[in-house]
């Protein structure tokens, strides 16, 4: 056997033996996914089984060096390890902003000392992370921002607004975009600035959506003094780290387009529909329907490895991430209009038992904001436009 059919055999049979049962069924809500924190509770026994089993393998980071607390795979190992969990429907052992979005960041521009001291506790789950990129007059025009920083001797003192912060009411620390310098150019002056969100001076609001739920905040800084050691990367370029880590963001949002643990989408309306006699979806239509969205969802993936493959190797594009930002989040709202299309009357109830308090309802409303946030659709497409098909401008 090769070391790669070697790593495969390890790896399926030692997720077989540490991913409990409970760990393979797909998430009920946000509720039911573990965040970290300092101030985390784990949903359920099994929850806290796999996460440790998992952060104590360094596979809740799995391509991470292992100084910074991960596994240190190369990205054929990463791969294999993704397909083997998604054979069994493993769930992620920890869902993070910083995972996603920060530990790229910091791994690409950060110090030393800033490494050491924030990428093992995130991959320890010990801290939660919230993104302050957007500002009420700053959103799909992020450099726009007016959050001001001034100096005061080793610290800045921080003023300003931010919102769409999503978790901000939940988290511990934010990843901050400040402008250090108000006379400079449009996108230089930024600076990307961590810091503690007990500091005095934070304060949350949540933002009530169509969902009715309240993942979004509106968030506030009243002269919050944060040590200038906390800056990622050089004072008054952090334009450079915003634009990098949005990059990932968005092939986090991409994420959405895939259909991970949950069940496919024929098997979920043949629960409402039922089947006809050769066991096909008693529906022609929406079976059409069904058939030509599985079709896009198993481009999706392959495009999504694809991208992988080709980051890895150092031949990814940057502006791919929005291409796929904009085909996943778009995929993913598909995806509920059918759910709702082949859930009929029983889809639109809103809080009941039956429905797990409207579940299927409220994450269709929740889809509406995929096309929004990390970057509209009509921004994405522009940047394709541009950057990738190199079309001319207006």
Not at 279 to 294: C, E, K, N, W, Y
Request: aromatic letters at 10%.
């Amino acid at each position: 056997m090769s070391d790669l059919e070697t790593f495969r055999s390890e790896t399926r049979a030692w997720l077989e033996a540490n991913c409990p049962p409970e760990m393979r069924k797909p998430v009920a809500g946000d509720e039911d996914v573990f965040w970290g924190g300092r101030n985390t509770k784990f949903a359920s026994e099994p929850q806290r089984v796999w996460f440790e089993r998992m952060r104590d393998k360094g596979w809740t980071v799995p391509d991470w060096p292992t100084e910074y607390g991960g596994g240190g795979l190369d990205g054929a190992q990463h791969k294999v390890l993704r397909e083997e969990m998604a054979r069994i429907s493993a769930r992620p052992p920890l869902s993070s902003f910083g995972i996603w979005m920060l530990g790229p960041a910091l791994l690409k521009y950060g110090t030393e000392a800033q490494k050491k001291e924030y990428l093992p506790q995130i991959a320890a789950g010990k801290i939660r992370w919230c993104q302050g990129y957007s500002e009420p007059n700053a959103g799909s025009d992020l450099a726009s921002i007016q959050t001001r920083a001034e100096s005061d001797g080793d610290h800045y003192v921080i003023n300003g607004q931010k919102i769409w912060t999503s978790y901000a009411n939940y988290a511990d620390w934010i990843f901050c975009l400040v402008r250090t310098d108000p006379q400079a150019k449009k996108h230089d002056g930024i600076s990307f600035i961590l810091f503690d969100m007990a500091s005095t001076g934070v304060t949350t609001k949540p933002i009530l959506l169509i969902s009715g739920k309240s993942p979004f905040c509106e968030t506030f800084f009243d002269n919050v003094r944060v040590p200038k050691s906390h800056v990622v990367g050089t004072v008054n370029r952090g334009w450079d780290v915003a634009k990098y880590l949005l990059q990932h963001e968005r092939a986090m949002i991409s994420d959405l387009g895939g259909r991970g643990a949950s069940r496919p989408l024929g098997q979920v309306a043949a629960d409402s529909v039922g089947q006809d006699q050769q066991g096909r979806l008693d529906d022609p239509m929406l079976r059409g329907q069904i058939a030509t969205f599985d079709v896009d969802e198993a481009a999706m993936a392959c495009a999504a490895e694809r991208a992988v493959d080709l980051a890895k190797a150092g031949q990814g594009h940057p502006a791919f991430s929005s291409a796929m930002k904009y085909y996943g989040t778009e995929l993913n709202k598909r995806r509920y209009e059918i759910l709702m299309s082949a859930g009929g009357v029983d889809a639109l109830e809103w809080e009941s038992a039956r429905s797990q308090d409207g579940a299927r309802a409220r994450a269709w409303l929740r889809t509406k904001a995929n096309s929004i946030e990390g970057g509209t659709s009509e921004v994405m497409l522009g940047i394709v436009a541009k950057r990738i098909l190199d079309l001319p401008g207006a």
